[in-house]
Nanobody, 121 residues
Framework: VQLQAFGGGLVQAGGSLRLSCAVS????????MGWFRQAPGKERVFVAA????????YYQDSVKGRFTISRDNAKNTMFLEMNSLKPEDTAIYYC???????????????WGQGTQVTVSS
């Protein structure tokens, strides 16, 4: 399984970006998927997750109401629509196959290479 995230870039505060994650492999539709981000000098943290059927979505509190995660199983692709971006959203964004444990979302062994999102003030 290979994942490739793209769609990052430089945007002004208040702007929008749409990230995509293309996944190879026939099992994409069977797995929960998610996005994480890593800001400079900080640990990688959970951003959003979506169940395999798109029946449920989950978000980090700081992005609720601004970010929307979705997926298209027919195209093996996951998306992260980011609106009202803030400078603190600046980070490398990674897509991953995820699982939930003790109420928290974790990345599995399958990660994309990351895409840089920079929000200027």
């Amino acid at each position: 399984v290979q994942l490739q995230a793209f769609g990052g870039g430089l945007v002004q505060a208040g702007g929008s970006l749409r990230l995509s994650c293309a996944v190879s492999g026939r099992a994409f539709s069977r797995y929960d998927m998610g996005w994480f981000r890593q800001a400079p000098g900080k640990e990688r943290v959970f951003v959003a997750a979506i169940t395999w059927s798109s029946s449920s979505t989950y978000y980090q509190d700081s992005v609720k109401g601004r970010f929307t995660i979705s997926r298209d199983n027919a195209k093996n692709t996951m998306f992260l629509e980011m609106n009202s971006l803030k400078p603190e959203d600046t980070a490398i964004y990674y897509c991953a196959r995820v699982y939930r444990s003790s109420g928290n979302w974790h990345g599995s062994s399958y990660w994309g290479q990351g895409t840089q999102v920079t929000v200027s003030s």
